[in-house]
């Protein structure tokens, strides 16, 4: 199982940021036009709420650096009317937003001061966290949309580290919920790995399968390397978030 750090984390940030520009170039025109994986979701809305959770991170980021309370977003509901709305204008300016947001996010982390890492800030859920975690919760954002994205990435375009450290983060949320079944997922390229969802006690339904695909398949990805993952399983398991 592996342990993800914070400088690892702050490598994923940029590794992931350069991906994703580089997958928007190949796209041309079409990068913010159609509709992305996710249902009811075009690809305007992954751009813009990647968008905003760029300024909301810059929030945290900035309560870090001045101890000035920033929360992330005003409300729930303005961050899905940001999120609607936004995904309606031309498709010209939902790219440029999402480069500039993007860019600015990239820039804060860069530039806060090594003793702010420390200070505490505030999620969207109201958890508690030291600002050293803005850099996780970008790297799932843009590696995650990445795939949603609908360029061609699945989680195999993941790096090794990082499928490793999802695996270890997802397995322990999907499994801590209540309707989530005793699973045992082998991946059949990691050594030694293991990872138990659902009821101790309970018989586990062992599924084995590459990791990357073992990783899609408890994001809710609906990929071929989740699809093959969970192959025959007779697990339903229940949504990441």
């Known amino acids: 199982m592996a342990e993800r750090g914070f400088a690892r984390a702050l490598g994923w940030v940029h590794e992931g940021s350069a991906l994703f520009h580089k997958r928007l170039d190949e796209l041309g025109d ?32 900035t309560w870090a650096r ?4 920033m929360p992330m977003y005003p409300n729930p509901e303005s ?21 500039d947001a993007d ?14 890492w420390e200070s505490i800030v505030r999620s969207a859920l109201g958890r508690t966290i030291p600002a050293s975690e803005v850099p996780w919760m970008r790297t799932r954002e843009i590696w995650v949309h990445l795939v949603d ?4 990435d699945d989680t195999s375009a993941f790096p090794a580290d990082l499928v490793d450290a999802l695996l270890a983060e997802v ?21 030694g790995a293991e990872y138990r969802l659902g009821p101790d006690g309970a018989e586990p339904e ?23 993952a969970r192959g025959s399983a007779q697990a339903v398991l229940p949504r990441w978030l």
């Open 79 to 99: 961050r899905l009317d940001d999120i609607e709305q936004g995904a309606r204008r031309p498709a010209s300016v939902v790219l440029m937003d999402f480069r």
């Open 30 to 61: 079409a990068a913010a036009e159609g509709p992305s994986l996710l249902p009811g979701w075009s690809r305007a809305h992954v751009l813009t709420h990647l968008a905003r959770n760029a300024d909301a991170l810059v929030n945290l980021l």
């Open 103 to 116: 860019a600015r996010l990239l820039a804060a982390i860069d530039a806060l001061p090594s003793g702010a």
């Open 206 to 228: 062992v599924v084995a399968a590459p990791a990357a695909g073992l990783c899609a398949w408890l994001l809710g990805r609906d990929t071929a390397g989740a699809r093959a």
């Open 171 to 191: 397995s322990a949320t999907v499994g801590a919920k209540d309707d989530c079944p005793a699973v045992l997922l082998r991946p059949t390229d990691r050594d």
């Open 149 to 152: 994205l609908g360029a061609g």
């Open 66 to 69: 001045t101890g000035v309370e």
